[in-house]
């Protein structure tokens, strides 16, 4: 598969991870009335579309992957922390948070936008490589 294959692939799971947010902070903003949570899904939600564009235009450099990499990584980690009492506990929480279904979409969408952007990173460093062994060496003769 090439590498503007697994952008585009990319791409489509992160505008639906970030319909998935977007969906989370209506139910948190308008049904739970959290105003913690809420603004923080839509903070993620809109988050993710500029990086996608972002991705889609940059199709040389690393950056967009290794920004979308953190970034998912540490909203995945921080889902799970905020789903333990010792770390709902830590961040000021009353409780522990449920795991919603919601909440399990996301996270699988949001690995498989890790494993992608790894892949597409891969890609890009080997394309690199490549373009690098080709190059003819010019020296003094």
């Known amino acids: 598969m090439n590498k503007k294959s ?17 969906v989370e902070t209506s139910e948190e903003l308008f049904e739970e009335q959290d105003m913690v949570k809420g603004p923080f899904f839509l903070v993620v939600a809109v988050a993710y ?21 953190a970034g998912t990584v540490g909203i995945i980690a921080l889902y799970a922390v905020t789903r333990t009492d010792a770390g709902a506990v830590a961040l000021g929480l009353e409780h ?19 494993v ?3 892949w597409a990173l891969a890609q890009t460093k080997k394309e690199r490589w490549l373009q690098h062994e080709e190059t003819p060496k010019v020296g003094k003769q």
């Open 116 to 118: 992608g952007s790894i």
């Open 6 to 22: 697994i952008v585009g692939i990319v791409v489509g799971l992160m505008i639906a991870t970030s319909a998935v947010y977007f």
């Open 96 to 114: 522990a948070g449920k795991i919603g279904h919601l909440g399990m979409v996301s996270k699988i969408v949001q690995v498989g936008v890790v």
């Open 49 to 69: 579309i500029p990086v996608a564009f972002w991705m889609l235009k940059s199709l040389n450099s690393s950056v967009p992957y290794l920004v979308t990499i």
